[in-house]
C-alpha cells in the first residue's frame, strides 16, 4: 500500500514512522527540509521537499500510483486543497484531511474526502481508517458466537442491494458509511463502491459472509 502524508508535524511525523514500520510505502511531503530530516535514518520511507498543494511535488510524490494520502497540515484551506486534488484529479481511493474548522466538515463531505477533527485526531485512528483489511473484526458479542465485523464493498458489488448480503440468522447489515456519513440501511439499500459496512456475522457464517463479498481465504 502506498501512502502519502502531507505534513510533518508532530503527528505527521509519528504516523510516517507507524505506517512504515508496517511495510507500507510511505513518502512524506513537507514544506520544511528539517521536519523531515528529523524523522531521522529509521524512516526508510520517501521524503519530498515542496508545497503540499502543488501538483508537481504531488506528482513527485507518486500521487498517481498512491493508495491513500493524509492531509494533515496546520491551515484547513491547504488540507481541503490537497485532499480535493487527490481524490478528484488523481482518484486515490483513501484521502483523510484534518480539519480544525468543524464548520467546514460539510463542504468536505460534498467532496467525498474523509475527514478528522483534532479531538479525534491520532495516529491509531488515523491507520485504521486507512490500513483496516477488507474484513475486519471490530467487536465480538457474547463468547465470540457473534461478531461485529467491517469490510469494504468491493467495485464488483457496486449496485447491489443489502438484502444480497443477508442471510437470515447469520449475516446481517446493520450500518453502512458512505464518505463522511454513516446510516442504518433498509435490505433495500444500494451499495456503491467505497462503502463500507459493518455486518453482524454469526461466527459459523465467517465463511459464507466471505464469500458474498468475493474475498478469499
Given at each position: 500500500m502506498n501512502v502519502?502524508?502531507?505534513?510533518?508535524?508532530?503527528?505527521?511525523?509519528?504516523?510516517?514512522?507507524?505506517?512504515?514500520?508496517?511495510?507500507?510505502?510511505?513518502?512524506a511531503v513537507d514544506r520544511d527540509r528539517s521536519a523531515l530530516d528529523a524523522l531521522g535514518a529509521g524512516f526508510d520511507g520517501r521524503r519530498v521537499c515542496g508545497v503540499g498543494f502543488d501538483r508537481d511535488v504531488l506528482e513527485e510524490a507518486g500521487i498517481d500510483r498512491a493508495s491513500a494520502l493524509v492531509s494533515c497540515m496546520g491551515s484547513d484551506?491547504?488540507?481541503i486543497v490537497v485532499a480535493h486534488?487527490?481524490?478528484s484529479t488523481f482518484r486515490v481511493p483513501r484521502v483523510v484531511a484534518r480539519l480544525h474548522d468543524l464548520s467546514l466538515a460539510e463542504t468536505y463531505r460534498r467532496l467525498d474526502i474523509q475527514t478528522i477533527s483534532p479531538s479525534a485526531w491520532g495516529i491509531s485512528r488515523v491507520?485504521?481508517?486507512l490500513t483496516f483489511q477488507q474484513l475486519d473484526g471490530v467487536y465480538e458479542v457474547g463468547a465470540g458466537e457473534v461478531r461485529i465485523v467491517r469490510a469494504d464493498v468491493p467495485a464488483l458489488l457496486a449496485g447491489s442491494t443489502v438484502r444480497e448480503?443477508?442471510?437470515?440468522?447469520?449475516?446481517?447489515?446493520?450500518?453502512v458509511s458512505r464518505g463522511n456519513e454513516t446510516f442504518?440501511?433498509?435490505?433495500?439499500?444500494?451499495?456503491?463502491?467505497?462503502?463500507?459496512v459493518y455486518a453482524a456475522v454469526a461466527a459459523?457464517?465467517?465463511?459464507?459472509?466471505?464469500?458474498m463479498l468475493g474475498i478469499g481465504e
Open positions: 502519502i502524508v502531507v505534513g510533518v508535524g508532530f503527528m505527521g511525523a509519528g504516523l510516517v514512522r507507524r505506517l512504515s514500520r508496517q511495510g507500507f510505502d510511505v513518502c484551506e491547504a488540507n486534488v487527490a481524490r491507520c485504521e481508517l448480503l443477508t442471510a437470515l440468522g447469520e449475516v446481517q447489515i446493520v450500518s442504518i440501511p433498509t435490505q433495500g439499500t444500494v451499495l456503491a463502491d467505497g462503502d463500507i459459523s457464517a465467517s465463511r459464507k459472509f466471505k464469500q
